[in-house]
């Protein structure tokens, strides 16, 4: 006991004691804190090296490794529909419109498609190597991407119009048709013309070659070394996450839940419908378009045959396996699904049947069996991988009987 605690009467005595003992409390509290915010922290950064370094685990152009580029390329894809179907509730069939808006973004600005502009000297800008050689536009790709990106927006704002005063079922028709139009237009696009020997799009005969990544500063991308095209697509995943991790806890997020949960009580509750539809549709396209310009540059080709009704429904499903509204749940679908379709279906099940003496093509089957597996995992596990929590307390018994604070666990 100090000096000045003797000075004290016992009811002043006690008080200091209870004083100190609180202190105590809460700096140990702090500390717990703060030691758990470290490990978290730890835990991120060794996942985030991991990740980095991942393909040093296999040849740079391994087969892995090319279908490891695409599936992360679909995470950018899901994400930006989780955010019109998972965010908003608006069910999208056609978002393989925002995929062909990115891809033909790049295939006119990327390549030789405009032969004849500039008088056959071609237009470049902050390329070099071979691209910066050769006729047509060639625009280095991050400018693309920002432009896919803007014309995806553009066309996610134009869907989203004829959808202000519809709901459920119906807006899924209406993007269904958008994405059968966009289809149609890519396919005759050939018979479009917009200038001196110029045309829209070059139909089923596809645009080939597109030019290969460069970021300002450095070399076009080797197609042969599959690294840095991972390491760019990584990218993307991180602020296309960022960005969803802002949005979901902002104000325009919580208008998209409340959106999603009651149209009619938001309305009322002065959530303005239209701005907040046009922005979910905008926000979800311009990570479409991003994605687009990215895996037409990877795959080398945009060809209409890309555009068809089934991509749409693939990317809705690995919304829905990874979970509605889920962030991390939609990567993990992503992923998963992509690696079923790329590798699963058309080298693991075809091996294993061999094994046991089934000659069967199996590959032919791949819709049916991709459908088999989505239902198996429906029935297991309906609210998906890694749900959101509200999406998890729905499927829940005495769902009013848990707690009720949503920001106690963010998924």
Do not use: C
């Not at 296309?240 to 802002?246: A, D, E, G, K, S």
């Not at 045959?305 to 809705?316: E, T």
Request: hydrophobic share 55%; charged share 15%; net charge positive.
């Amino acid at each position: 006991m100090s000096a000045g605690d003797g000075n004290l009467g016992a009811g002043g005595q006690n008080r200091m004691a209870r004083i100190r003992e609180r202190y105590g409390v809460l700096r140990r509290r702090g500390d717990a804190i703060w030691a758990r915010r470290y490990a978290r922290l730890a835990i991120v950064l060794v996942a985030a090296a991991a990740v980095i370094l991942f393909p040093y685990l296999f040849q740079p152009g391994s087969t892995f490794l090319f279908d490891l580029v695409e599936a992360v390329a679909f995470v950018v894809m899901a994400l930006g529909l989780n955010v019109v179907v998972g965010f908003a509730g608006l069910l999208d069939l056609g978002y393989v419109a925002f995929f062909a808006i990115g891809a033909y973004t790049i295939g006119w600005f990327g390549s030789g498609f405009f032969a004849y502009v500039n008088h056959t000297k071609g237009i470049h800008i902050l390329t070099s190597g071979l691209a910066s050689t050769l006729p047509g536009i060639h625009i280095n790709f991050v400018l693309v991407a920002i432009a896919a990106a803007g014309f995806a927006a553009l066309g996610g704002a134009i869907i989203g119009l004829p959808t202000l005063r519809l709901r459920g079922d119906y807006i899924a028709i209406v993007t269904l048709a958008f994405g059968e139009i966009i289809h149609d237009v890519a396919v005759n696009g050939q018979t479009l013309h917009i200038g001196h020997n110029a045309t829209l799009t070059a139909g089923r005969q596809g645009i080939t070659p597109i030019d290969p990544v460069q970021l300002p500063g450095l070399n076009p991308f080797d197609p042969l070394n599959l690294r840095p095209w991972y390491w760019v697509a990584l990218g993307m995943v991180a602020i296309v996450l960022l960005v969803n991790v802002r949005l979901r806890d902002s104000r325009l997020g919580r208008a998209w839940v409340a959106l999603r949960e009651d149209e009619v009580a938001a309305a009322s509750m002065g959530v303005p419908l239209v701005k907040t539809k046009l922005m979910a549709y905008a926000t979800g396209a311009a990570f479409g378009g991003m994605s687009g310009a990215f895996i037409a540059s990877y795959l080398n080709t945009v060809n209409a045959d890309q555009f068809a009704f089934s991509f749409s429904i693939f990317v809705l499903a690995m919304v829905i396996l990874g979970g509605l509204g889920s962030i991390w749940g939609v990567v993990l679908g992503a992923i998963v699904l992509s690696f079923i379709n790329t590798w699963l279906i058309p080298s693991v099940i075809p091996n294993l049947s061999s094994k046991i003496g089934i000659k069967v093509d199996l590959t032919s089957l791949s819709y049916g069996i991709f459908g088999f597996l989505l239902v198996i995992m429906m029935v297991l596990r309906p609210q998906g991988l890694l749900p959101e929590r509200r999406r998890k307390l729905e499927f829940v018994e005495h769902v009013g009987t848990g707690p009720t604070d949503m920001s106690a666990e963010r998924v």
